[in-house]
């Protein structure tokens, strides 16, 4: 027997570590992700042509690659969010965070829809689309017949998965749950319109090689297409005669390769970033999205606040990009703006700002800084900012950069502190010390009701818990009935909040 030298071996794993190096290199390579991403968007062209009636909507992030905005008419509604973790084997989960409600008149209108997903390696489709989606058209089903049991009597409430992606040991361990969420459903703020069909789910994928018939008049339900955009292939690389390689799943995790290109901008200048060469496209893209005027959204229609419906439109949502392209209308109202952003655009606004008593704007760090600003700064300033000219009569307009976090944050504390059951506002209510999670909860679907952008990560909402029900926050050992009357209702919250994180001795009595 002749054994392998030391340095045969040494030689092996540098090639093996040099090979995995080159792998890694291409998968990130953002000619190869923007040249698979055209091959997988004309894939979704084709059928989006086959079922010409449908509506096509990406299910974001990943999917609104594959979909030219142009085709969904770039308004803000037309997209959803059907995240994979809630189809994670042993995670699954109806999030009513993440209801995607709004979606529903669309369906009802077009007898369907098609929702566009891709994957990674390793997957025919995503567990967005192979479970997430099934799991939210069964408890819908459901929740409708919990409250309307007489209207929907035989109605179709199975879960369908699709075959050879899901085992029969996860379907039935997914149906045990479904009722309790049809529960929550059918229990929580939300509004579900009554439908003439159920919700089923019907998947493609490239490696499907007939189109199933959707024709309305052939169907008892409304079918949701579930687009699995990207072929699967070997190790998710796959060499193409046309001089790149394409990656399975290009539009997911975009952080990590677009350099800052988003699927606005790309749809945008498709066809000039597809001609570009390989060494010339990084300068292409650092120019379109350094001049890039338009905010990181679907398109123009964004560009306008949206009120929250059961407050009377007292207070608004949107993102900063938006509220620069908004400034114009809000310079001739009323309405006061609580701006929250990462972006050297305080100093801007405040020396651009006619009135600056309306104008509220907190410079707040990314990352884990930023969630500390949030609870020691944000918030204590712009609560008491924000009463003010509610009490004045005027609306509020809250932003920040994403339009979905920070911003979000800051209206379940104000809808949670001066808005009653039914949406009126009563700011010199006593009635604070009855919050509650569940209150919190029922105060982020009234935002989500009218803002289906809304996505405030767990840390911003734990940051609102912390400032609302803390015990330092709530004064359960330290401030009585009087301070804690004052500290809500009158004008000096924040100094209220700073004095009272200080250890308990130096706290002065009343």
Known sequence: MILPSLGSTTSSRDLAATALAELRRESQDIYNRIHSIAEDAEFVRQVRRHYGDLPLLPNMRCGAWYVDPDTVGGCPSQYTYFKSTDGHTNNWSFNLRRPNLHILPLIVQYHGLILVDSTRAGKRMPDALSKTVPIWCSVINRALVLKHPSSFDGWDTALYTPPGVVSTQEHCQIETKL??????????????????????PVWITPATSTYPNLSSNALSFYPVVCLSASKQVTDGLERRTAGFTYIQGSGDDHELWSMGLTPNVFWRNRDQLLNATRSALPDLVHALTSCSDTPRGRGTDELCLTPIDHVSGLISLCSTSTLQFAMPLIATSSMAVVCLTSNDLCQVWN???????????????????????????????????????????????????????????????VLALFFREDGSFNPLENGQHNLSKAILNTRLQWIISSYPKANPTRTTLKRVNDFLLSPLSRGSSTLNDREWHTRMTGLTLMSFYVLHTQSPSNIPRV
């Open 351 to 413: 020396a651009s700002t006619a009135e600056p008593s309306r104008w509220l704007c907190i410079q707040v760090p990314e990352g884990k800084k930023g969630q500390h600003d949030f609870l020691r700064t944000v918030l204590p300033q712009s609560v008491p900012f924000i009463k003010r000219h509610l009490v004045d009569g005027h609306k509020v307009c809250i932003a920040c950069d994403s339009g979905s976090d920070t911003s979000v944050g800051v209206c379940v504390t």
């Open 179 to 200: 009722d309790e969420w049809a529960a929550e459903l059918a229990a929580s703020f939300y509004e579900i319109p009554e439908l003439q069909h159920p919700l089923r």
